[in-house]
């Protein structure tokens, strides 16, 4: 394993909520309080209706893969390949860009069915992975 580190997030205003909470083991979107749509990434306004107004709600974490591909060439040093770079649809809608962990290669499939499976990666940031279900 390298001494490098892969590049991290850095939860602004809009964004900290989330990844507050994904440091406590739960995934949050924001719903629209207008429409109840979900969204991901966070915004200002609701990606559906334009409304303004949110609620941080904690989700289930589960979905299914929607794309993905094996990563042979890391594009910075700390990053160990190979490694899966996947869209994750939720049950709640979103689609979010992610890694899948924890899962064999050669079981995946589009259509699998996917959980949350948080990563740590500093002492303030969690990385929010996924994993095939069982």
Known sequence: MSDARIPLPRPTELSRPFW???????????????????????????????????????VSGRGKLYSYTLVYRAPLAGFEVPYVLAVVE?????LMLTRIVDSAH???AVDAPVEIAFTRASEDINLYTFRLST
């Open 20 to 58: 507050q909470a994904a440091n406590d083991g739960r995934l949050v979107l924001q719903r629209c309080d207008a429409c109840g749509h979900y969204r991901w990434t966070p915004q200002i306004l609701c990606t559906n209706c334009l409304a303004e107004p949110f609620t941080w709600t904690e």
């Open 90 to 94: 939720l049950d709640e809608g979103p």
């Open 106 to 108: 050669e079981d995946l």
